[in-house]
């Protein structure tokens, strides 16, 4: 059973994210905050988190982090709002308590983060670049 905590979208920054977090198995969560936190910390971003193509993502010990943006005609970098990402990160977190989530942002420039099972191994010399 997956259980929706289901936001509307509108200009309210506050209704900007839909969360869907896998329950499925409560016993078995096993994404550490700390874990995700240095994964996050692997994106290159000063005021925008900047995409590449359609997805980016990033892992670290227990946690892996996937974003991705609508398919887009032009080959232009996308930037995302920091702000956004970085909420919706954390709320992620804090939401799903150590569950596979997938965030929606419905802002102007739309994206959705996986945050699910990482790499494995030590998360070790993460340098900051968010």
């Given at each position: 059973m997956f259980i929706l905590a289901s936001l509307v979208a509108s200009q309210d920054p506050a209704n900007l994210y839909k969360f869907t977090c896998d329950?499925?198995?409560p016993m078995k969560a096993s994404i550490i905050g700390s874990d995700c936190r240095d994964a996050f910390l692997k994106f290159k971003a000063v005021d925008a988190l900047v995409i590449e193509g359609e997805k980016?993502?990033?892992?670290?010990?227990?946690c892996k982090i996937t974003v991705t943006t609508p398919k887009q005609s032009c080959d232009n970098p996308r930037?995302?709002?920091?702000?956004?990402?970085?909420t919706a990160f954390w709320s992620a977190v804090n939401t799903c308590h150590g569950n596979t989530t997938t965030?929606?942002?419905?802002d102007d420039?739309?994206?959705t983060m996986v945050i699910?099972?990482?790499?494995?191994g030590?998360?070790?010399n993460v340098e900051q670049h968010v």
């Open positions: 329950n499925q198995t980016i993502e990033q892992g670290c010990g227990t930037k995302l709002s920091l702000m956004h990402a970085v965030v929606e942002v419905a420039s739309p994206f699910s099972e990482g790499p494995g030590v998360c070790s």
